[in-house]
């Protein structure tokens, strides 16, 4: 692609689901350099990872509606005169799918079937992107996965995320809709949820490697997982939005693929201090592990140049420092 980024988005539209929470807000941050129009969406639920702090530097430059994606009379208005629609609200937590079917499903395929039929009545010139996820292919076969392996999801939230993903590009197929698929892996860096390992184990580990507390591996630790910085993520969602051959598509993002017990020893590493250790998975956490994960990006990077550009332990470096300079927010 070789128009720049700011002459796709200075003035336009955007409005981004899930607004406040890690990839969201990390986008929001890069549109208003872009000179874009921004308008976030989010309900600040529990767990969710939505922070206020999020936005920390440009509050006073995008709109703000705290209301719920599945709360059609909230979200209806907010979709016309949209340029591009970045539909990341999800319900994230694997084991929260289990504990809560009903509320994943609701979050992750009714509210986006919903929200479709309104685009496509109110806007349907509307760019749409959404964060689907690795999740969705299981336990695979081989590594790297490419977007050819087919969906074998393991749990419930591989399910529900299948099923939005899905009705994305149905519509595209049917309606004429401008629907883009990404897959998103491992994403770390600032702005994601660390009070916990709800939404991601890395995270977790941030926080432990902070407060002085050993890193737990799960396992043998030999497990692969490949991780990208947010603001690689960021870049990929921009790009896949502004190139008209990805109506339709299905991406997979990737990025370097390390073993989790090399992964923590880099970690400690980096940080100057700490230890880490294998622990025995827990039962419910083991029911629904993937294996070894690492997605291959040629597809997106033939379509669109993108590929990671924040090495490993540059991402690390860069996410120590904003949690030990900005914990009070976080924790």
Request: charged share 20%; proline share 5%; net charge negative.
């Amino acid at each position: 692609m070789n128009t720049p980024l700011h002459d796709i988005y200075a003035r336009k539209r955007i409005l981004i689901t899930g607004g406040l929470g890690f990839i969201g807000s990390r986008l929001a941050h890069k549109l208003v350099e872009l000179g874009a129009e921004v308008c976030l969406l989010d309900s600040l639920a529990e767990g969710s990872g939505a922070n206020r702090f999020n936005l920390n530097g440009i509050e006073s430059q995008v709109r703000v509606v705290i209301r719920d994606v599945r709360d059609e009379a909230a979200v209806t208005p907010l979709l016309a005169g949209q340029d591009f629609l970045f539909n990341l609200a999800g319900q994230t937590s694997h084991l929260g799918s289990l504990q809560d079917p009903v509320y994943d499903l609701e979050v992750n395929a009714l509210s986006q079937v919903k929200l479709l039929e309104h685009c496509r009545e109110h806007n349907p010139a509307i760019r749409i992107v959404f964060a689907g996820t690795r999740q969705v292919y299981g336990r695979a076969a081989s590594l790297p996965v490419n977007e050819q392996a087919p969906p074998a999801p393991i749990d419930y939230n591989g399910v529900s995320k299948l099923a939005g993903e899905l009705y994305h590009l149905v519509c595209s197929r049917i309606y004429g809709l401008r629907t883009t698929v990404l897959r998103l892996t491992n994403i770390y860096g600032p702005h994601m949820r660390v009070k916990d390992a709800r939404q991601n184990f890395i995270g977790w580990w941030f926080r432990q490697l902070i407060e002085g507390q050993p890193l737990e591996v799960y396992g043998t630790g030999e497990q692969v997982r490949d991780l990208i910085y947010v603001d690689d993520t960021v870049e990929a969602l921009l790009l896949a939005a502004a190139e008209p051959d990805s109506k339709g598509m299905v991406y997979n993002l990737g990025g370097q693929p390390l073993p989790l017990r090399e992964l923590a020893q880099l970690m400690t590493q980096i940080h100057g201090f700490g230890t880490w250790g294998l622990v025995p998975f827990p039962g419910e956490r083991l029911r629904i592990d993937i294996g070894s994960y690492a997605g291959d990006y040629g597809l997106l990077h033939s379509l669109t140049g993108w590929e990671p550009k924040v090495s490993l332990q540059d991402g690390i470096a860069r996410t120590l420092d904003f949690y030990r300079r900005n914990r009070e927010h976080y924790w």
